[in-house]
């Protein structure tokens, strides 16, 4: 039973370390997924995102326009779930001094007569600060994240301005899938051939636990002579000692 609980914590122990290794290598391959165009893009999940002059004491102010073309053809921010909306909120406050209200990429759909992302992705998540309706015309309402509470609020697309951009990228995904098949391959086959190599010693030794050394009589050498034992050796020494005239 020890050799046993042995074995399964050995196989345990290289299934782990198999996984954590493939999840390394991938890691690996996977982090030059986001936009090489000379800027500081953060990837999470499968988006990366752009935080325009994080690193400037003061913050300038744009308007939804001129936040757009500055993207240069990627696009503003848009938000699918809570998770990603906290993840914004959290990597701002490491980026930008205070609060900061980004432009969400957002606008008025006069076909839908609903608001959409400027993807042309449906609205699905929302964390609006009011549910009060908004006094602006559709077509002029655009969207802004406050920083500081991770609330929306409808703002004017041309006469307010604010000081937080933030651009986003899919994740170039068909390249990922392509890199590691060679990584995972050596990693699926030496895992396979630890933990085979490792099963045929414990199996060895758990036989020998149980079988004492009779694997090894077969390889035990025979002298040509009997030799006698204790008693045989005296009855052999008093008759001897009988014959003596």
């Given amino acids: 039973m020890e050799l046993r609980g042995k074995s399964l914590r050995l196989r345990s122990l290289l299934g782990t370390s198999w996984v954590v290794a493939l999840c390394v290598g991938l890691r690996a391959v996977c982090a030059g997924d986001c936009p090489a165009d000379g800027r500081t893009w953060v990837p999470n999940g499968d988006k990366c995102y752009h935080f325009l002059h994080g690193e400037e004491d003061s913050i ?12 240069h053809g990627f696009g503003l921010l848009s938000i699918q779930s809570a998770e990603e909306n906290d993840f914004v909120i959290n990597y701002s406050r490491e980026v930008w001094k205070g609060a900061v209200v980004m432009w969400l990429g957002m606008y008025f759909d006069t076909n839908s007569d609903s608001m959409r992302w400027l993807n042309e992705k449906p609205v699905t998540f929302t964390n609006w600060e009011s549910a009060d ?18 609330r929306w ?11 937080g951009v933030v651009c986003e990228a899919l994740q170039e995904t ?24 490792v099963s045929g010693v414990i199996w060895f030794l758990h036989q020998k636990h149980n079988f004492g050394s009779t694997i090894f009589t077969a390889f035990e050498y025979h002298p040509p002579f009997r030799v006698l034992d204790t008693d045989q050796s005296c009855l052999v020494e008093a008759e001897e000692t009988d014959n003596v005239p």
């Fill in 174 to 197: 068909k390249q990922a899938k392509q890199k590691p098949s060679a990584l995972i391959s050596t990693l699926v086959i030496l895992s396979v051939v630890a933990i085979v190599s």
């Fill in 153 to 163: 609020e409808n703002v004017s697309c041309t006469n307010d301005v604010e000081n």
């Fill in 60 to 71: 300038k102010s744009y308007t939804f326009e001129r936040a757009a073309t500055l993207c």
């Fill in 133 to 150: 309706p908004s006094d602006l015309l559709p077509t002029e309402t655009c969207v802004a994240l406050h920083s500081d509470t991770g």
